[in-house]
T-cell receptor
């Protein structure tokens, strides 16, 4: 069965620290897609990144980077030099052979000034 | 482009009342879905549609109805509101499955007393 686990319920760091949000997934499919979304305190859900199962290339976008490792079924998200505006709940999600996304429970990230 | 538009933003119902949450998208997306978000539980799929005239149940469909008469609109009906339906509801759409990211509306905060 498909499953997404975000074991870190809440993380609190001081501004400018680096922080990594973990995402571990389970699926029997060989083709699948992984996503990260951000939900700031204002409540909207913002798409951050997607990754296909056949593309293990890591990605960097400014202070954000994503590490996809099929061998450990993980798709971790790192924020470098965190800022207060990064405070949000971050969700990891999996889509495999159908339209539905399977969501993790989210990690609440608190960046203290 | 307005993206995904949800109305209303807030709603208070009394137990037993019915209402419809509206969702419209102007991106010509085939796929539309409704989620509810409860604290600590991430997002749970209520109903979804892969095109006009086609709907299907998600993880938590009981107490909700949907229809998809046009590509643009996907209303969610609460038949007889219950306190357990107090939640934040999100409508989302995507071009299709696979690696198409979901685009979310801003959410409806529903309280049932």
């Amino acid at each position: 069965a498909q499953k997404v686990t975000q074991a870190q319920t809440e993380i609190s760091v001081v501004e400018k620290e680096d922080v990594t949000l973990d995402c571990v997934y389970e699926t029997r499919d060989t083709t699948y897609y992984l996503f990260w979304y951000k939900q700031p305190p204002s409540g909207e859900l913002v798409f951050l990144i997607r990754r296909n199962s056949f593309d293990e290339q890591n990605e960097i976008s400014g202070r954000y980077s994503w590490n996809f490792q099929k061998s450990t079924s993980s798709f971790n998200f790192t924020i470098t030099a965190s800022q207060v505006v990064d405070s949000a709940v971050y969700f990891c999600a999996l889509r495999d052979s159908n339209y539905q996304l399977i969501w993790g429970a989210g990690t609440k990230l608190i960046i203290k000034p | 482009n307005a993206g995904v538009t949800q109305t209303p933003k807030f709603q208070v119902l009394k137990t037993g009342q019915s209402m419809t949450l509206q969702c419209a998208q102007d991106m010509n997306h085939e796929y539309m879905s409704w989620y509810r978000q409860d604290p600590g539980m991430g997002l749970r799929l209520i109903h979804y549609s892969v095109g006009a005239g086609i709907t299907d149940q998600g993880e938590v469909p009981n107490g909700y109805n949907v229809s998809r008469s046009t590509t643009e609109d996907f209303p969610l009906r609460l038949l007889s509101a219950a306190p357990s339906q107090t939640s934040v509801y999100f409508c989302a759409s995507s071009y299709g499955g696979g690696n198409s990211p979901l685009h979310f509306g801003n959410g409806t905060r529903l309280t049932v007393t």
